[in-house]
C-alpha cells in the first residue's frame, strides 16, 4: 500500500499539526505502508526523526520567489504555490493537511490528490467549534472554510481524538465517513524504541510537550 500526506511546513518553527502529521506518516511508515510526505519545506523537526524515519520526504510545493509574491506576503494576500504533479507518485490514499484560510490552496491540494490517488483523506485535529468551546481567543469560523472543501469531496475524516471527533461531526455537514485517529503515547514509545537501537537507552529521554494560550498544558516525559 502506498500513502501519499500532502501539506505545506513552515521554514523556521514547529506547528502542532504539522507535527502531527509527521508522526502519522513515521506510525504508517513503520507498518510497513510505503509513505511520502509531499510539502514545501524540510520541517524544523526533521532532524529527531532522520536517523530512523523512513517517511520519503518530497519537496514539490513551490511558492514564487517574484518581487510580486513577496509583496503579497507583506500585505497577507494568500499566494497558490506551484506544485510539481510529475513528481509525486501515486498512491492508494492521500491525506490531505489543513491549514487556517487559503481557501485556494486547499482546492489545489484536492486537485492534487484527484489526480494522484484513489481515495482521499482528512486530517481534521481542530474544527472551529471546539478551538472556540476552549479557547478565550475566539477564531472566526470562516478560516476553516478550506477544511470544509475537502471534507465535501473527502473519502474518508479523521480525527485525532474521540473528542475532536464529536465537535467534528457537528461542523462537517456534508461528509461520506468519519473516523477517529489517535495518537496516543504507545506510538510514541514505538518511536523511541527505533531510536534507541543504538545501546544508549539509559541515557536518552524524549519530552513531548505543548503550551499554548489557548489549550491546557500538558507533557509527556518517557526515559
Not at 501519499?4 to 502542532?16: A, E, H, Q, V
Request: a positive charge; proline letters at 4%; aromatic letters at 10%.
Amino acid at each position: 500500500m502506498n500513502i501519499n500526506l500532502i501539506g505545506t511546513m513552515p521554514k523556521n518553527g514547529i506547528s502542532g499539526g504539522r507535527l502531527l502529521s509527521w508522526l502519522l506518516a513515521e506510525s504508517l511508515a513503520i507498518s510497513g505502508i510505503e509513505v511520502s510526505y509531499i510539502t514545501n519545506n524540510k520541517p524544523a523537526f526533521y532532524k529527531d526523526f532522520s536517523d530512523f524515519s523512513r517517511v520519503k520526504l518530497n519537496i514539490c510545493i513551490h511558492y514564487p520567489n517574484s518581487f510580486i509574491c513577496k509583496l503579497k506576503k507583506r500585505l497577507n494576500i494568500k499566494i497558490v504555490p506551484n506544485i510539481l504533479i510529475e513528481k509525486i507518485p501515486q498512491a492508494d490514499y492521500t491525506v490531505i493537511v489543513p491549514q487556517l484560510d487559503n481557501v485556494k490552496l486547499h482546492q489545489k491540494f484536492l486537485e492534487v490528490a484527484q489526480k494522484t490517488s484513489q481515495k482521499i483523506v482528512l486530517l481534521n485535529f481542530e474544527t472551529p467549534n471546539w478551538f472556540n468551546s476552549l479557547s478565550p481567543l475566539k477564531r472566526d469560523e470562516n478560516r476553516w472554510n478550506g477544511w470544509k472543501v475537502i471534507a465535501e469531496r473527502a473519502d474518508l475524516i479523521l480525527s485525532i481524538s474521540r473528542e475532536s471527533n464529536k465537535y467534528a461531526k457537528i461542523f462537517y455537514t456534508k461528509l461520506k465517513k468519519m473516523y477517529d485517529l489517535i495518537i496516543t503515547i504507545h506510538l510514541l514509545i514505538i518511536l523511541l524504541q527505533i531510536k534507541l537501537k543504538k545501546g544508549k537507552a539509559e541515557k536518552d529521554k524524549l519530552f513531548v510537550y505543548r503550551v499554548w494560550i489557548h489549550t491546557k498544558v500538558w507533557m509527556i516525559l518517557l526515559i
